[in-house]
């Protein structure tokens, strides 16, 4: 019997396959090691796959697209529904083949190499960046322990740096010189590896049209319009800027049932590093309309009537959906009317 659909169950090494036909009859069911995932399927005749949205599947879309399959990619998430009791690979390549052909099941775009590259230099800047933060933190609590403190930021980490490199500062200790040294070099390391990915980020932003015209939304500076264009390509496959709001996880939790609607914090789905770049650059919005409260009138009411924070969600939630207009409709930024009298 041909195959017509086939449920794939992806991993590091293992991978589990569904196959059913034009009836729904069970065709084949079986375990393939990596190497043998590409001839297996090459062996096939045209066929709709179903993956889960997770690590490696862009990548195997990829290469399964090129054999002439169709794949479609789900968020985990939906696709756990149809999981029947007990969890192991079969039965997850079972409800995958299930639940890629519901009508209406949401589908992942598959993203390109090219895609992914440009989003790996923001995982990879935002990984330096917290580990330089545990870098400072441990050197600070270090020279703490031996009674030696600075004010915050990098006017106090440089007088800290100091210390550490003065060999006639009698305060430290032989063996504590010694390590402290090797944190600091790790630490100038750090900045010099982010520095190199920042410079090809920027050289990426100016070359790209619709990632400067991102910049010009308050709040939303070279990293958030970069990051913003790398990760959505396509602006139309989200119908409205709301939808590109919920996607990133900027929207109210809802729990509603018999017609009382029930909301709660944000609900925190998506793409969570879009999310803390949009929040941050809100914050730094909010704060200039504390100090010019006559250019931001819609903030300065919003503030007198909610919470810091919550003004800085909601104002989050605006600058993704205005970024959406701005890639799905051309135009750049204009600022409002009435924050502009």
């Known amino acids: 019997m041909q195959i017509t659909t086939i449920g794939l169950d992806i991993a590091k090494n293992v991978f589990q396959v569904h196959g059913i036909d034009a009836a729904e009859k069970v065709v084949v069911r079986k375990q393939l090691r990596r190497g043998q995932v590409i001839a297996f399927f090459a062996a096939l005749p045209p066929c709709l ?19 002439g399959h169709e794949v479609r990619l789900m968020p985990a998430k939906d696709v756990k529904a149809y999981v029947k009791r007990n969890k192991n690979d079969a039965a997850d390549a079972e409800a995958i083949c299930e639940a890629v052909g519901r009508p209406r099941m949401r589908f992942v775009r598959a993203k390109s190499a090219e895609q992914q590259g440009r989003l790996m230099q923001h995982r990879a800047r935002d990984l330096l960046l917290r580990q330089q933060t545990q870098v400072i933190n441990a050197l600070r609590a270090h020279l703490a322990e031996l009674g030696m403190v600075a004010a915050q930021g990098r006017e106090g980490l440089k007088q800290l740096l100091t210390i550490i490199a003065d060999d006639k500062d009698a305060r430290l200790p032989i063996d504590a010189r010694a390590s402290l ?6 630490l100038q390391a750090l900045h010099t590896m982010i520095g190199s990915i920042e410079k090809r980020l920027t050289v990426q932003h100016r070359a790209n049209e619709a990632s400067k015209r991102l910049e010009s939304i308050p709040g939303i500076g070279l990293i958030g319009a970069s990051a913003i264009t790398a990760t959505m390509t396509d602006p139309k496959s989200f ?53 010019s409260p006559e250019k931001y009138p819609w903030l300065t009411q919003l503030l007198a009537r909610r919470p810091f924070k919550v003004v800085a969600i909601a104002l989050a939630n605006k600058m993704a959906r205005v970024a959406w207009a701005l890639l ?9 009317a009435l924050a502009a009298a």
């Not at 179903?50 to 697209?65: D, F, K, P, S, V």
């Not at 809802?254 to 914050?283: E, F, M, N, W």
Request: with cysteine; hydrophobic share 40%; proline share 3%.
């Open 239 to 291: 119908r409205s800027g709301r939808d590109f709001a919920a996607w990133i996880g900027l929207v109210p939790r809802q729990d509603s049932t018999g017609g009382k609607q029930k909301l709660g914090p944000i609900s925190k789905k998506g793409d969570r590093y879009l999310r803390r770049i949009l929040v941050v650059g809100a914050h730094s919005v909010l704060r200039r309309a504390k100090q």
């Open 328 to 336: 799905a409709r051309g135009g750049t930024y204009r600022v409002p």
């Open 181 to 186: 040294i090797v944190l600091a070099a790790q």
């Open 49 to 67: 796959i179903g993956m889960e949205a997770c690590a490696t599947a862009h990548y195997w879309a990829r290469e399964l697209t090129k054999l």
